[in-house]
């Protein structure tokens, strides 16, 4: 699929989605959990160097979005919104995370209950591409939306709306 | 003294561009009576000012002393009546609004019959001693009432509302009819002083021409401005930040081309050639600083751990600023996990501190600080001296 084509599929993507006014990236996992009917987790964690910045871990009960601690707050937020655009958009295959690094990083977490694990990594293959982009259109998107509306009254809502509109 | 035509030739072209603004904006919603409110307000201003051009011509014409003073009074007034209208359709809900609107119409021109029977009744004299002045005229108590109630309500409303919108050229917009509003009391206060003046046998007629006539014009240009920088102000906001953002990406570049070509995996977008400025800045300057973050994280194991301290001593031995230091040694890592990288040193198990957060959480503030870091990475001599360091064979003949 050609870079237009994907960009158009992520458009459609987005317009499907209600983000939450202001927007706040943990207040959309839970609710896209509650969507979904499975609880969404977001872990933040020291992730090996050579691990993957981001990972996406779906078990029998529930999903967890797992992010790097070592970077700055709007790269956190683009990184878990990666995952969770592998989660809206139904990926089932990517870059897994290797036995050791499963070990160190859910050392609680029985292998056998892991349905699927994709990582944030490289954009080589379309799903990562999809991914990608679809977490950049929802932060760009979410730019608009996150300054908090002023007006919570909504007679003044409506005063400042026909005001708006006559000039 | 005569009235200076060429500030109220300004002011009346100005004016009509922004009738004629707001007339183009009514083809799609002709039956909005807000919009009709704010096109009678701009007509009525510009035929208050223009009648100032031809005050000679219309009193001589017509053999009427002041007449065109007369004139432009009432011109303000009908501005005034449909700024009062125009507040009546924001405050009240569609049915009721048209009633009062009606009673509001009405009002006005009941004040202007008011005004034509005093001009009649108790006209100016022809010559006050001070030209272009016709402060004896009893019709302008009636004139300085009706305006300054409007547009009292005109400042509380929008200092009210001017706290409550979200957009930014429609809050600036508000503050600026405030100020011109503030402007306009503040003329009339001149005036209302003038009329007493005369009143009492002390005419204040020097007024009229220092301070009378720059808050009349005042208020005119501070008018017009705030109700049409809503319209334009959004616009230009948007070509401010394009240009902002255009410049940003330029000076990102350095730093995002020197990590895309060490890992070119982590690049999303097609390669714009050069023509960034055709495509969406914005987002190509969002995907700039992610791709810029990815990059340092993909580096990190090759980063020896000691880069930082070895730049931030280099930093304080060049005397630089602590800022500048902060922005150097961010660079230099980067500078220094390159190197390592194209030298096939590494990866260590040591991975580099994390990069110095931004001034904020927000892309602004994201682009801001890379842009210092991607200086320093093109320019500081912290940098090449930093990687040289790290790469010069120490006593052992191990590198740092």
Known sequence: MDFAALTERCRTTLRALDLPRPFDVHAFC?????????????????????????????TEQRDYIVYERATTPLHQEHIILHELAHVLCGHVEGAGLGDEHARRLFPSLSPGTVRRVLGRGAYSSEEEQEAELLASMILQRAGRARRSPRVTDPDAADHLRRLESGI | MSTPVLPYLVITGLLLFGLAQKLYGLRRRRDDPVRWAVCFCLASLAMATAFQWFTDAIDEGSGVPHLADALSDVGAMCAAGAGRVFLIHVYYPVSSARVRARRSYAGLAAAVVMVAVLFVAVPPEPDTGHAGA???????????????????????????????????SLRLGLRVIVAGSACGLAFLAVKAVMLIGEETGRPLGWLDQSVDLPLELSTEALLLAGVTIPAWGDRLGTLVRWVGDCRSYRLLHPLWL?????????????????????????????????????????????????????ARDLGRRAGLP???????????????GIAAKAQGRGPTDMPSPPPAPPLGPDLDAEITWLTKVSRAFAGSPVVPATVASLTEPSGDGTTL
């Open chain 1, 30 to 58: 839970a609710q896209v959990g509650r969507d979904r009917g499975r609880p969404l987790s977001l872990l933040v964690m020291d992730l090996p160097p050579d691990a993957p910045c981001g990972l996406w871990v779906s």
């Open chain 2, 322 to 336: 602590d800022e500048e230091i902060r922005a150097a040694v961010e660079a230099a890592t980067i500078a220094a």
């Open chain 2, 134 to 168: 016709h402060v004896d005229a009893v019709y302008l108590y009636v004139y300085v009432w009706y305006i300054a109630i409007a547009l009292l309500s005109v400042s509380r409303l929008g200092l009210r509302y001017s706290r409550l919108a979200d957009r930014s």
């Open chain 2, 258 to 310: 020197a990590l895309h070509e060490t890992n070119p995996g982590l690049s999303l977008m097609p390669r714009t050639g050069g023509r960034y400025w055709r495509r969406d800045v914005g987002f190509l300057l969002y995907r700039q600083v992610i791709e810029i973050r990815d990059g340092q994280l993909a580096l990190r194991p090759y980063v020896h751990p000691g880069a930082t301290e070895v």
